[in-house]
Every structure is written in C-alpha cells, then in structure tokens.
C-alpha cells in the first residue's frame, strides 16, 4: 500500500509478507493509520478529519494479487476493472471537504464495490469486533456462518415466510380494526355510484349540451345572421334586384373569360375566380340548411338546462367533468367490490396467516436443530483453539435457548417468541478453568482471555470459509507472558494458509512474524516515505529490545529478543 497525506502519515510505502507481517512502533507512531489506510481500500467510512492538516486530500493506493478465478477478481471485471498482471489495483482519494472518490483496475467505481470485494478479501478484527462479539446478534451471526448451508438454506426460506407473515398479518390487522370506518367508506361508495346511476352520465355529454343550450339561447341572433350573409353571398328572394356576391363574382369571371385566350395571365385568374364563385355558392348552401335546420323549441332548452343541472350535481361532488365522474364511479365500484369482499378476504388471510405459522414452526425447528447440531462442532473447535493460546482448562459452549410465548411459533413442542432469524437465543459462554461455571463472554472473560477467544474463533472460521487477508489490530491487548507467545505462535500458523497482518505492542507476537515493520515519526511529528522500513538483523533485535524493556541497548533485552526470535523459528 501506498498511504499519502492520511493522519500523521505524509508519504509512505507498506509492503506486506505472503505470510505474517507485524507492524510495530511507539504509541502514536501511526501504526493504527495501516489500519485506517486499509479499511480505506475495503469501502470504510471517508472522515474528512483523516486527511492531514494543510492537504487537500488522502490518497490510499493498493496492489492486491488475486487468482483470476477468485471471487473478487470476477467481481471486480464485471465492474469493467482490468487485472494488471494478476493483481488488481485498488485507490481511494478522500478530500478534505469529505468527498471520496473509488477506483478498481483502472476503472472509476462506486465506493459500495470496494465494500463488496471486501467480503472476499480481507477479515479485519480490532477491539471493536470484540465488543461486537459480546453482543448475542453477532453471537448468532458467528454460529450461523459457521454452519454454512445447514442453517443459510432453511434461514433464508424462513426469512421468505417470516416477510410474508408480516405483511398478511398487517393486512388482516389492517382491516379487522377499522371495520367501522371501512363500512362507512362502503355506505358513501353506494350512496355516490346510485347517484351517478340515476343520471347515467355519457362521456363528454357535459360539454355536448353546454354547446347545444349556447345555440338554442341565441337561436334567433343565430338565424337572422345566418340569413342576412346568405343574402349577402347568394341575393335576397324578396329584392330581386340587389347586387349580391355570386352575381359580382359571376360578371368578373364573364369579363375575364372573353378575353383569356388573348393571356394566359388573365386566363389563371379566370379559373382562380371560378374556384371562388364555387366557394360562393357552397357556402350560401350551407348557410341556408344551418337556418332551416336551427330548432328555436323553448321546451328543447328546458330539457337541455334541466340534463345540465343533473351532471352538474354530479361534478361538485365526484369530479369536475363527466368524464372525472365516470372515472370515479369506476374506481368506486372497484374500491366497494374490495371493501363488500371484507369477510371473505379475512377468511382467506386468516387461513394463509395459520399456514405461514405452521410452515415457521417447521423452519425454525428445522434453524434450532441444525444450530445446536453447529453448536457443538463450534465450541469444540473453539475450546481446543483456547488450549493452544495458553488456556487448556478453559472450556467453550454455546447456549442456545427459546423464550415461551403464547402466540409465538412451535419449537420443541412448545410456543416460543420468533424474529426474522428464528426462534434461538444464541449466547457463547466460558468456564475458564475447572469447577467454573460457564458465563457469557461479556462477564466469564477478561480483556485477555477475550482476545484470546476472537483469535480462536477468527482461526476456527479460517478452516470453514477463509479469506486471503486477515488483519488483526491490537486483539493481543491485555495479554503477555506466556499467553502472548501462545497467541505469537498461533497466528503464525494461521499465516500458512493465509496472508495475517497484526498491529502489536508484544514482542512476543511480533517476534513470530514473517516480516516485521516498523513505523516511525520524523522529528516534525510526520511519517514519510523512510518512515515505515523492513526490519531485519541487528534492526530487529533491537525493536523488539525496545518492545520489551523501553532501551534499545539494553544487553538484558537484547538477549531476550535474540532468545524470542530463535524461539519462534525453531518453532516454525
């Protein structure tokens, strides 16, 4: 990794064992930033507070090599990302105003991604994973991910039924309790589909009448001006004489059609005066049918006027047209056919709730067996972990335990209070040495004897679904002596079969690493690019000198260092 301008960290450069790297250092010196600049890369939270004073921002880059086949390499291409040479490269840019930006093999991505190929990559455990672990939900989380598909499958058909339940019975609740006012939305329905009944609306009728009462009210103005532009256009029957427009328009076409052959300019005018005698004449026809046909029947009116004031009841209660009113009455029939169905729809409910709860009786049994099957394997494993971390009278178990309830679901053959991952209560309990009764971890545990637990936990998961990384960051605090070399020890064998990267105060852990580095600050108080080295030899000795007594010099510490680090390869 390369970590830029991120905490005390200016510029530096981490390079990580295949096997087991420790990072060491004084108390402040950044090693907690290898951590961050990490959590970073796998989608953790961007805190613009990170970045360091005076930087616009911090930039993290990492080169993680993968197989091609590997779940995150697959994932990573279907995001369009590119693979340089077997290794994919992963940077997070975070600004100082709290924007952050994601980029995997090349390619710009959603932060969300890196979250996901985090899943495949990497186990990251620090003292908050063990204040996680003393909750009992992630108690449950750890047991069921420890059973695998024994309690994923039936979990996740539980999970289906257990949705669905919910929602009928939110149904079922919904329409029991408001009886009453589904009945007087019922009642209203009927009242307003009859009204509308009765009229018996047509679509657009409103508008075809509000035209026809215009024209019957003026029917008089209507016809005398239909009659004097017809005797404009076509002469009048009782002045024979007048000058009318055909008759004008007639003896211009006359004038011009003695003389066309002469021009074919006054030829096309001709025709074109021709056209608009025709003109003429059809619309003088028209205006005589409109005055013949045009009904002046007061008692019309009337009935018009009376049809109107019906579908204008009807628009100040359901709609402001017809058309809104139809609308309405046809999702009123729909809403009274539901609402009229109330009975039959709570029977149907009810008899689906009782199969919902009969079908999650059976999954959460099935989710009981299966866990208490896990259970045992889990605590076994987990005990004989404990034994070689320096605790080999300490004894692991798993209580998992139903709480009764009335209206709860069958477990054991009896009613039991259930959620969305079943009926158990899962709690991890610890008899420490013999003759102690088990308590759970949260109060049976010592701050070491915690971190001794997660360790063994975290090393029983790597043999069920491993992942290449794992980081550990100070989960040894509070242990030392003999127990530190146990933990030391430990994870170097968990560091065969996976890359483990530990952030440690304790000698006697880091003295077990493959690759120890060492973070330093300068004299301004900033880690730069020679700031994180690669410790071997006399280097080595003497910061786990420093690590043991404070005094790098000191020949007492130095022959202990030497007598650790010998130690830990004879033991490799």
Known sequence: MRIRSLGVIDDAVVELSPGFTAVTGETGAGKTMVVTSLGLLLGGRADPALVRIGAKAAVVEGRVVLRPDAAAAVRAEEAGAELDEGALLISRTVSAEGRSRAHVGGRSVPVGLLSELADDLVAV????????????????????????????????????????????????????????????????????????????PLPGEDAELAAEAERLGHAESLASAAQAAHAALAGDVEDPEGVDANTLVAGAHRALEAVRTHDPVLGALADRIAELGILLGDVAGEL?????????????????????????????????????????????????????????????LTAER???????????????????????????????????????????????????????????????????????????LLAPHPGAQPR??????????????????????????????????????????????????????????????????????AAFADRQLLVEKTVDGSVTRSGVTVLEGEDRIRELSRMLAGQEDSQTARAHAEELLAAARADG
Do not use: C, N
């Open 125 to 200: 455990h620090g003292q908050t994973d063990q204040q996680g672990l003393l909750r009992p939900a992630r108690q449950r989380q750890a047991l069921d991910r420890y059973a695998g598909d024994a309690v994923a499958v039936p979990l996740e058909k539980y999970a289906g039924a257990y949705r669905r339940l919910r929602a009928v019975s939110a149904e079922l609740d919904t329409i029991t309790t408001r009886a009453r006012e589904r009945a007087q939305e019922a009642d209203l329905l009927r009242f307003g589909l009859d009204e509308v009944a009765a009229v018996e």
């Open 440 to 509: 759970p971890i949260a109060k049976g545990a010592s701050g070491g004897e915690l971190s001794r637990v997660m360790l063994a936990v975290e090393v029983v998961f790597a043999g069920t679904t491993p992942v290449p990384t794992y980081l550990f960051d100070e989960v040894d605090a509070g242990v030392g002596g003999k127990a530190a070399v146990e933990i030391g020890r430990r994870l170097a064998k968990l560091a065969r079969t996976a890359q483990v990267v530990v952030v440690t105060h304790l000698p006697q852990v």
């Open 354 to 428: 009782d199969a919902l709860l009969a079908e999650l009786s059976q999954l959460a049994q099935a989710l009981t067996d299966a866990r208490t099957e896990a259970a045992e394997r889990f605590a076994s494993a987990v005990t004989a972990e404990l034994a070689s971390l320096a605790m080999p009278h300490a004894r692991v178990t798993i209580d998992i335990r139903q709480t009764e309830a009335a209206d709860g679901v069958e477990v054991g053959g009896r009613p039991v209070a259930y959620g969305p991952t079943g009926a158990d209560e899962v709690e991890l």
């Open 288 to 348: 005589a049918g409109y005055a013949d046909d045009l009904d002046a029947d007061p008692l019309r009116l009337a009935a018009v006027e009376e049809r109107r004031a019906a579908l204008t009841q009807l628009t100040r209660k359901y709609g402001d047209s017809v058309d809104a009113v139809l609308e309405w009455a046809q999702k009123g029939s729909a809403r009274l056919l539901e609402l009229d169905g109330d009975d039959e729809r709570i029977e149907e």
